[in-house]
Nanobody, 126 residues
Framework: QVKLIESGGGLVQAGRSLTLSCAAS????????MGWFRQAPGQEREFVAG?????????IYADSVKGRFTITRDNAKNTVYLQMNSLKLEDTAVYYC??????????????????WGQGTQVTVSS
């Protein structure tokens, strides 16, 4: 399994931008599809964005973030990013990075995902 460590969370005003990073180690990064999820207090963890194995691979987004968030990866740096623009109050959550060799798990079956990061808090204020 791959080990994942998120960074870049924090407190940001609504309308501003923030970039999350997730550094992977312990396995061949390019073997894994990657995803970002989030969990707000009292709510279930939800899918945010996913990317296939290649740098510049195919991406997919939750409707709630489409057009505002961008997921990218750099296989040379073993890192996946989530660029978050035009942040809204409802984007406040703990954001988790996830890795799995099966892209379908990232997009449709998160209970089957092999590796999760520890999470990073994003708080959007008015």
């Amino acid at each position: 399994q791959v080990k994942l460590i998120e960074s870049g969370g924090g407190l940001v005003q609504a309308g501003r931008s923030l970039t999350l990073s997730c550094a992977a180690s312990g396995s061949t990064f390019s073997s894994y599809a990657m995803g970002w999820f989030r969990q707000a207090p009292g709510q279930e963890r939800e899918f945010v964005a996913g990317i296939t194995r290649r740098s510049g691979g195919s991406t997919i987004y939750a409707d709630s973030v489409k057009g505002r968030f961008t997921i990218t990866r750099d296989n040379a740096k073993n890192t996946v990013y989530l660029q978050m623009n035009s942040l809204k109050l409802e984007d406040t959550a703990v954001y988790y990075c996830a890795a799995d060799t099966v892209f379908h798990h990232i997009v449709e079956d998160n209970k089957s995902i092999a590796s999760w990061g520890q999470g990073t808090q994003v708080t959007v204020s008015s």
